[in-house]
């Protein structure tokens, strides 16, 4: 019998999924207890779901449902203890929107989903109940693909939700719609051609959510701009910052200003570094480092305390010397790091300890010199749109290619940086997401001035690429956003890349290419419904490829 079963990230192993131990470094104990988690969920969904009909606000359980999911996103969060009391505490939860549900008038008995009833604490016992309610419970495989298809755009819905909750932005039917989805992952009178309908209004939904934080960073901290990210160091001591909360940045800038501590961002953050709103920070000095995966090798070398705001993070090694410099807060954790609480009645959250543990470190040691440039979200390219519109019609920009989504430590993702380096010189790549770390530093050289690679920022400013391509699409008085001179070739890793590829199929659009392999969670046929209706295919070699998309 399986330990565990997950093969919710492109790392699942053999391309089937993981059985005894997440390849992501999960325990099987972690990884049942993700999947008893997102059982609770579904449980407070179908009460939350019945009193949203009712036009009864849920907001406990809508932030609930969004922390608890964003917990299971892969590399988020490895810390058993964290999922036990987060069970725990779905137990009253439940109890206090059953009594909601009857106060306003709702007949108890119907609410007959297991989970509601569901009370264990004994670990033990958990972890044989996760067994049971796990992905592995549905016996239909396509049933089976279609339910974890809608759950994972709705953990990677859950990450942007959260990011817009924390900066004060909502919207409730994004909320509902989270609900019922959920809901309907449970019913076994769903056929796939429903549950396929499903899987792009999940898309649709993820276009709101991702325009939703758009909104929020944008009005929050100004449009991105064109930026030189310095990657070289200063002699200050310093903190590095992962992850993607923009919040989290902004509270950390303004606490440790005056310290003499110095902010470099690593990975994800980066895209930090083109909010105008940030840049008056004269400690805040760079970007350190690149992916999420090379984080073993450099933050040996950063000598200073590491923020995870989010995933990713990579488990240490036995012979890791950083572990007791590595700080988490919101929904990630591992065990053993120090966990910085959540923000309590409208206040800030107290980043007091890892400031005074950085006074204590060495300055980062420089691995690297130069810049990168970046910064060039939907209102930066529209500044330039004349400029843009001119080199393709004249030529000198051929087609666009759209390199969004992660990066990984597989050696097959070498290809994209092959196909980056090939690519002819009337091309120019734009990208979002870690997957920029591939070619982003590559002297790919310029187009009139316009640069060859346009990082629009993280992985939920894939939103601005598609605002791009409409406007495009509107601008050349095009019927079909696919007619534009555009060619989508995306690296996927985890379950935020996954609602980013329905948002682009809820937007009409095809022949996607998705690497370095299919999802797992794709059953023969669902694959065959994907290839068949939006053109999604794999990639081949770098040469096959080019020749391809350049026809």
Request: proline content about 3%; overall charge negative; some cysteine.
């Amino acid at each position: 019998m399986n330990k565990m079963f997950c093969f919710q990230c492109q790392e699942s192993a053999k391309n089937i999924g993981c059985t005894i131990a997440g390849v992501c470094g999960k325990t099987p104990e972690v990884a049942n207890l993700q999947d008893l988690l997102i059982y609770m969920c579904k449980g407070i969904s179908h009460i939350a779901y019945r009193l949203n009909k009712m036009s009864v606000k849920t907001d406990l359980a809508d932030k609930f449902v969004v922390d608890s999911l964003f917990m299971t996103i892969t590399n988020a969060n490895f810390d058993k203890d964290r999922f036990v009391k987060k069970i725990k505490d779905s137990y009253s939860l439940i109890d206090s929107l059953i009594k909601e549900y009857a106060n306003n008038g709702g007949d108890v008995e119907q609410l007959s989903y297991e989970s509601i009833h569901y009370r264990e604490n004994d670990l033990e016992k958990m972890e044989e109940k996760s067994k049971e309610v796990g992905v592995l419970s549905t016996e239909n495989e396509d049933i089976r693909s279609l339910r974890e298809l809608t759950i994972y755009g709705l953990k990677g819905m859950a990450a942007y939700a959260e990011h817009a909750h924390n900066l004060g932005h909502h919207d409730n039917s994004i909320y509902e719609f989270m609900h019922r989805a959920l809901v309907d992952t449970t019913d076994d009178s769903l056929d796939a051609n429903y549950l396929t309908s499903l899987v792009l209004e999940t898309g649709s939904n993820g276009v709101k959510v991702m325009a939703l934080l758009d909104k929020a960073n944008t009005s929050s901290y100004g449009n991105p701009e064109i930026t030189k990210v310095n990657i070289g160091v200063k002699n200050n001591p310093a903190i590095l910052i992962s992850g993607h909360d923009l919040k989290d940045m902004e509270e950390l800038l303004k606490q440790t200003e005056g310290t003499g501590v110095d902010v470099y961002t690593h990975s994800e953050m980066l895209p930090a570094n083109y909010y105008p709103a940030f840049k008056k920070y004269k400690h805040f000095v760079g970007n350190y480092g690149s992916s999420w995966w090379r984080q073993n090798i450099e933050f040996e070398t950063f000598n200073g305390p590491i923020l995870f705001t989010t995933n990713c993070i990579v488990p240490p090694k036995s012979t890791s010397t950083y572990t007791d410099r590595v700080y988490t807060t919101g929904s990630s954790g591992y065990p053993g790091f120090i966990h910085i609480k959540e923000r309590e009645d409208g206040k800030t959250k107290d980043f007091s300890q890892i400031i005074e543990h950085a006074k204590r470190c060495q300055p980062p040691t420089e691995i690297e010199t130069g810049e990168i440039i970046g910064g060039f979200a939907h209102a930066q390219v529209f500044a330039l749109a004349d400029k843009i519109i001119d080199a393709v019609k004249s030529g000198a920009i051929k087609k666009f290619f759209v390199m969004a989504g992660c990066d990984g430590r597989m050696k097959g993702r070498e290809y994209y940086t092959e196909f980056a380096n090939a690519l002819p010189k009337e091309t120019v790549i734009l990208t979002a997401g870690c997957a920029k770390y591939r070619y982003n530093k590559l002297p790919l050289g310029d187009i009139g001035g316009i640069p060859r690679v346009l990082d629009a920022g993280q992985c939920n400013d894939s939103y601005s690429l598609a605002v791009i391509a409409l406007k495009l699409k509107e601008i050349f008085e095009l019927n079909d956003i696919n007619e534009l001179p555009i060619a989508y070739n995306i690296a996927w890793y985890e379950q935020k890349a996954v609602i980013v590829l329905l948002a682009l199929l809820s937007l009409g659009v095809k022949n996607i290419h998705l690497g370095p392999t299919l999802p797992a969670f794709l059953s023969p046929n669902v694959a065959n419904v994907l290839v068949n209706n939006f053109g999604i295919a794999g990639i081949k070699s770098v040469k096959e490829d080019i020749e391809y998309f350049m026809a």
